[in-house]
Each structure stands twice: as structure tokens, then as C-alpha cells.
């Protein structure tokens, strides 16, 4: 640990310390993971690395093997980069393939996370991007049990914060129905009746809304290589905007709800304003067994409309088993709308 610490060059190092309500773990251990992967980050900055941001992770695995990993970025866009989160999980899976037996199973315990500024330079708190919540969200490598570090630099001194997925994802373990029933309650959160009010939209819109989404579903007959078909409807300065999943291959698709923000930009301009979203679609790939989720929503998507054209106000309807949910997508992600980021 002695070497990490002069390694680091970090003088307040010892100054570290967790938040009160952290999820109790071998804090020492903790800190050390944080100070191994933020001088990984350093070394990601220092090689030219052309973004000039380096982000590291150490994730660790319930047989606690523990792996590294740096943001990688061959060039910007988003196809020929990668987080430094899921390159710390590949870099994860590896070793474990390499090292299994037979009684084994793939599962993230922590991940933590790190940029390569030293711990006594104030920044926003870290939280993965949508792109990685993604993996979190649909994936059987992490559960409920998975626990993310990250540092709060916005006071006098960094403080670790501990993150359940759930609370990156509250709605995690939710999922979504393809039964369509006209006689469903409308449950609606006081964050999303504040919504309705401010962007005058009444329970009537709702349902119309959601209507358009359950007939564009019924009537997708563009998904044969999935057998998933999922549609999303928008509503846009008040005008309704419409898309259906469409499958290219089997790895390939057109997301829909990009489509509909899409056609409303292309239509409305840059001032497009996205009030509310309503999704319906079956949950699992057609040939899927039911453990291994793809999901209706796209987190992606929405990581890509809500910095623009939408807001942590924006609707989101979701047709449940018992209910159809009326939330926003600020509930939907919370941590990254508390994040504060601004463009
Ligand atoms: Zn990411």
C-alpha cells in the first residue's frame, strides 16, 4: 500500500474517507483499488490518449479476483471507444475464463471507479454512463449484491460514496409487459403529475399516447430476425411522433425511440423539446431464455436525447403488469441527472 501511496503522489491520501451510510466493506482495501486505478488513468493521459481523459476501474468478481481497466478511445465516437468501466469488466471476464473451474460463475461484487485527476482536485461525481448502465441494467454479470465506488470531490475532501445497481437503476428488477388491457390503472408519481402540470398534458394525452405506442407494436411485423419487437411513441411540442423497432441482424436494430426523436428534431428543429415517452414492447429477444434480458427501454437512448432534447422532467410511460407507470426519466436514472452535468 506504502508504494501505491508515493506512487500516487496524492498528499492527502489519508484524508480519504467513506460516507456515512457506506455499505460496509474492507475499506483499506477499498482505497487502495481506487489509488491502483487512478494511477492506471494517469498512464492512459500521459500515453496521448485523444480524448485527454483518462478514467480507470477496478472491478472485482465474487471469487474476488480483482481486474483494471482505462477508458479506451481509438477515436471519439462512441463504436470505436470504450469506457473505462466495461473495459475493467472484459479485462474481468478474461481472467476468469482463465482461471475457472468448473464450479464457478461470472459476477461483479465492486466496481470502482476513478478518473486521473489527483484526490485533492475538485470535480463532479463520477457515475457510469448510460452506454455502461446498459450492461448493468440487461445483463446476468451483475446483481443486486453489485456495489459501485466513486468519489464525491466536490467538498474539502474526497469521499468515497458506495452505489447498489438499484440506485443507479431503480428500476432494475421492473419489468415490463406485452399485455395490452384498455382496463389497466394509470399509476402516476408526484415527480411525473408535476410534469403533466407544467407541460399541460393531461391523463387523456397519456393514454393516447401510449395508445400510439401499443399500435405501432401490433402492427411491427419488422423484427424477424429477434422476434422482439418493441415501439416507442413521443410527444414533442406537442406533436406526436411514432417509430418501431426494426432489426438489420441479429446483433443490429433501429432503436426506436432515437427514431422518434429523430423525426421530431428533423421536423421541429433545435428546438425540439421531448415532454413525454411512452414504450411497449417485449422484454426478451425471441430466442432468449428469460434470465438474459435485452429490456424495452434503452437506457443508451436515453443517455443520448436527454442532454438536448429532453430534461430529468421528461414522462416516461411504461405499460406494467398490473399498471400503466407514469414516471420521469430523471426517477428512471437518477444519478445522472444529480450529476449535474451541463453541455
Ligand atoms: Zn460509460
Same mark, same amino acid.
Given at each position: 500500500?506504502?508504494?501505491?501511496?508515493?506512487?500516487?503522489?496524492?498528499?492527502?491520501?489519508?484524508?480519504?474517507?467513506?460516507? &456515512?451510510? =457506506?455499505?460496509?466493506?474492507? $475499506?483499506?482495501?477499498?482505497? #487502495?483499488? %481506487?489509488?491502483?486505478?487512478?494511477?492506471?488513468?494517469?498512464?492512459?493521459?500521459?500515453?496521448?490518449?485523444?480524448?485527454?481523459?483518462?478514467?480507470?476501474?477496478?472491478?472485482?468478481? %465474487? &471469487?474476488?479476483?480483482?481486474?483494471?481497466?482505462?477508458?479506451?478511445?481509438?477515436?471519439?465516437? #462512441? +463504436?470505436?471507444? /470504450?469506457?473505462?468501466?466495461?473495459?475493467? +469488466?472484459?479485462?474481468?471476464?478474461?481472467?476468469?475464463?482463465?482461471?475457472?473451474?468448473?464450479?464457478?460463475?461470472?459476477?461483479?461484487?465492486? /466496481?470502482?471507479?476513478?478518473?486521473?485527476?489527483?484526490?485533492?482536485?475538485?470535480?463532479?461525481?463520477?457515475?457510469?454512463?448510460? #452506454? =455502461?448502465? =446498459?450492461?448493468?441494467?440487461?445483463?446476468?454479470?451483475?446483481?443486486?449484491?453489485?456495489?459501485?465506488?466513486?468519489?464525491?470531490?466536490?467538498?474539502?475532501?474526497? /469521499?468515497?460514496?458506495?452505489?447498489?445497481? !438499484?440506485?443507479?437503476?431503480?428500476?432494475?428488477?421492473?419489468?415490463?409487459?406485452?399485455?395490452?388491457?384498455?382496463?389497466?390503472?394509470?399509476?402516476?408519481? $408526484?415527480?411525473?403529475?408535476?410534469?403533466?402540470?407544467?407541460?399541460?398534458?393531461?391523463?387523456?394525452?397519456?393514454?393516447?399516447?401510449?395508445? !400510439?405506442?401499443?399500435?405501432?407494436?401490433?402492427?411491427?411485423?419488422?423484427?424477424?430476425?429477434?422476434?422482439?419487437?418493441?415501439?416507442?411513441?413521443?410527444?414533442?411540442?406537442?406533436?406526436?411522433?411514432?417509430?418501431?423497432?426494426?432489426?438489420?441482424?441479429?446483433?443490429?436494430?433501429?432503436?426506436?425511440?432515437?427514431?422518434?426523436?429523430?423525426?421530431?428534431?428533423?421536423?421541429?428543429?433545435? !428546438?425540439?423539446?421531448?415532454?413525454?415517452?411512452?414504450?411497449?414492447? &417485449?422484454?426478451?429477444?425471441?430466442?432468449? &431464455?428469460?434470465?438474459?434480458?435485452?429490456?424495452?427501454?434503452?437506457?443508451?437512448?436515453?443517455?443520448?436525447?436527454?442532454? $438536448?432534447?429532453?430534461?430529468?422532467?421528461?414522462?416516461?410511460?411504461?405499460?406494467?403488469?398490473?399498471?400503466?407507470?407514469?414516471?420521469?426519466?430523471?426517477?428512471?436514472?437518477?444519478?445522472?441527472?444529480?450529476?449535474?452535468?451541463?453541455?
Amino acid at each position: 500500500m506504502q508504494k501505491h501511496l508515493s506512487e500516487s503522489n496524492n498528499s492527502n491520501i489519508s484524508k480519504i474517507s467513506f460516507e &456515512d451510510n =457506506c455499505i460496509c466493506v474492507d $475499506k483499506n482495501l477499498i482505497i #487502495d483499488k %481506487f489509488i491502483e486505478a487512478n494511477i492506471l488513468a494517469r498512464k492512459n493521459i500521459e500515453s496521448g490518449n485523444i480524448t485527454n481523459r483518462g478514467i480507470a476501474a477496478n472491478v472485482c468478481t %465474487f &471469487d474476488n479476483v480483482w481486474s483494471l481497466g482505462t477508458n479506451f478511445n481509438n477515436t471519439r465516437n #462512441d +463504436i470505436s471507444s /470504450l469506457c473505462a468501466e466495461r473495459s475493467a +469488466i472484459l479485462s474481468s471476464y478474461n481472467n476468469f475464463l482463465l482461471n475457472r473451474n468448473s464450479s464457478s460463475t461470472f459476477k461483479i461484487k465492486y /466496481l470502482v471507479l476513478v478518473s486521473s485527476l489527483s484526490f485533492n482536485q475538485k470535480e463532479p461525481l463520477l457515475v457510469p454512463c448510460e #452506454d =455502461c448502465l =446498459c450492461w448493468f441494467n440487461n445483463s446476468r454479470y451483475f446483481d443486486s449484491k453489485t456495489t459501485i465506488f466513486t468519489l464525491d470531490k466536490t467538498g474539502d475532501i474526497p /469521499l468515497i460514496k458506495t452505489f447498489r445497481v !438499484e440506485q443507479l437503476l431503480p428500476y432494475f428488477k421492473i419489468k415490463t409487459t406485452n399485455e395490452y388491457s384498455k382496463k389497466k390503472n394509470i399509476e402516476i408519481t $408526484k415527480k411525473a403529475l408535476e410534469s403533466m402540470k407544467e407541460f399541460a398534458i393531461t391523463e387523456s394525452d397519456i393514454k393516447g399516447l401510449f395508445n !400510439e405506442a401499443y399500435l405501432s407494436y401490433k402492427n411491427n411485423d419488422l423484427c424477424p430476425v429477434s422476434n422482439q419487437k418493441i415501439s416507442c411513441s413521443v410527444l414533442a411540442n406537442n406533436h406526436i411522433f411514432v417509430s418501431k423497432k426494426i432489426d438489420w441482424t441479429r446483433r443490429w436494430f433501429v432503436e426506436p425511440l432515437e427514431m422518434c426523436v429523430y423525426k421530431a428534431v428533423e421536423k421541429l428543429g433545435r !428546438e425540439t423539446f421531448i415532454q413525454a415517452i411512452a414504450y411497449f414492447g &417485449d422484454e426478451y429477444f425471441g430466442n432468449n &431464455d428469460l434470465l438474459n434480458q435485452d429490456g424495452v427501454v434503452s437506457i443508451r437512448s436515453i443517455g443520448r436525447i436527454r442532454q $438536448k432534447q429532453a430534461n430529468c422532467k421528461t414522462i416516461l410511460i411504461l405499460n406494467l403488469k398490473e399498471s400503466i407507470k407514469v414516471l420521469t426519466i430523471g426517477e428512471y436514472l437518477p444519478l445522472k441527472f444529480r450529476q449535474g452535468y451541463k453541455i
